[in-house]
Nanobody, 126 residues
Framework: QVQLVEFGGGLVQAGGSLRLSCIAS????????MGWFRQAPGKEREFVAA????????DYADSVKGRFTISRDNAKNTVYLQMNSLKSEDTAVYYC???????????????????WGQGTQVTVSS
């Protein structure tokens, strides 16, 4: 049974930084993709970033490119989302998700992921 647990959300001022962590368990993830998504009140869930458990390539939404960095620690089965230069529009519940990578492409749709964490709230005050 795959389990994902997020940590690190909180309240931060605009321009500040936060690092989210997602600990994965229950499987060998070497051929999986890990994604971060977010959902703000009254808005649809949106893709933020993704990384493969093997290799070095990453994928980012345009809205966070240059400000957010996704990384992983395979030994700890943990994926991180370093968020810098935060803006009020980054306020949302952030979720990590994972799926087996069957295709050599990125997965940006929430319905393409099979396992989800419980979410962690990020609030950016202006």
């Amino acid at each position: 049974q795959v389990q994902l647990v997020e940590f690190g959300g909180g309240l931060v001022q605009a321009g500040g930084s936060l690092r989210l962590s997602c600990i994965a368990s229950g499987r060998t993830f070497s051929r999986y993709v890990m994604g971060w998504f977010r959902q703000a009140p009254g808005k649809e869930r949106e893709f933020v970033a993704a990384i493969r458990w093997s290799g070095v390539s990453t994928d980012y939404a345009d809205s966070v490119k240059g400000r957010f960095t996704i990384s992983r620690d395979n030994a700890k089965n943990t994926v991180y989302l370093q968020m810098n230069s935060l803006k009020s529009e980054d306020t949302a519940v952030y979720y990590c998700a994972t799926r087996f990578a069957t295709l050599n492409r990125w997965y940006r749709g929430g319905n393409e992921y099979d396992y989800w964490g419980q979410g962690t709230q990020v609030t950016v005050s202006s």
